[in-house]
């Protein structure tokens, strides 16, 4: 089994030896500048030590970069870029998203945003209106279209939302998504945070609209001069 590894620290660089190597010593160069006479130490490396490059900045998570070459993507994220590319994504928004996913912030596959951007044109949305709606909603495309998109949907349906109308409405609440069905069925949830859609008539050739109401859980609604108008009491 290999010996473990002896790191120590240079500046952004980690330079490592394995103890079962023996050390290689060089004597240090002595190098005369032409321009000054400022006297310059140049020690050769040796060739059993290596660098690794850690692109970290404060406050941020440790970026997963390669060893070998510190400015190419992990294989996984690299197909999901390439993903977007071929679905003619523009590539500030694609940058946008791999950013997300070196930070930790978006947690998605190759596999995982296409299922997301297949189920979404199926509901009726175009590319262009998929990539702006990932846009602001960080993790729309790590989320699960069987468990969370749909589930949405159905809730949209139920409460009786024309199927033509869906896509318009989830095109302007993009992070409707992000939000879980209730165990009532009622309403739409995200911590402590409420969204409930009721359809409403609106004029007087009894034409309907969706009114997508949000709230917090146990907000009071009608009980005092600044107070909302609440959802509709299903």
Not at 130 to 136: E, F, L, R, T, V
Not at 181 to 201: C, F, H, M, N, Y
Request: net charge positive.
């Amino acid at each position: 089994m290999a010996a473990p590894l002896v790191c120590g620290r240079n500046g952004l660089g980690l330079a490592c030896r394995s103890r079962s190597h023996a050390t290689l010593f060089v004597k240090p160069q002595i190098v005369q500048s032409s321009r000054a006479s400022t006297i310059v130490r140049v020690t050769p490396q040796s060739p059993d030590t290596r660098t690794v490059v850690t692109k970290n900045t404060p406050g941020e998570l440790p970026l997963p970069w390669s060893e070998k070459d510190p400015y190419k993507l992990p294989l996984s994220i690299e197909k999901v870029q390439r993903m977007l590319f071929s679905l003619g994504w523009e590539k500030p928004w694609i940058e946008q998203i791999v950013d997300r996913i070196m930070k930790g912030m978006l947690r998605t596959t190759e596999e995982r945003a296409r299922g997301v951007v297949d189920y979404l044109i199926c509901v009726g949305l175009k590319q262009d209106e998929i990539c702006n709606m990932a846009s602001i909603s960080v993790v729309l495309l790590g989320l699960n279209p069987e468990t969370r998109l749909k589930t949405v949907v159905d809730y949209l349906k139920g409460r009786g939302v024309p199927e033509t109308a869906i896509p318009d409405l989830v095109l302007k609440h993009p992070r409707i998504f992000e939000y879980r069905l209730t165990e009532d069925g009622k309403s739409l949830k995200k911590g402590k945070a409420r969204i409930q859609v009721d359809v409403v008539p609106v004029g007087a050739n009894g034409e309907k609209a969706a009114a997508v109401n949000y709230f917090r859980e146990g907000a009071s609604f009608l009980e005092a001069p600044v107070s909302p108008v609440g959802p509709v009491l299903a």
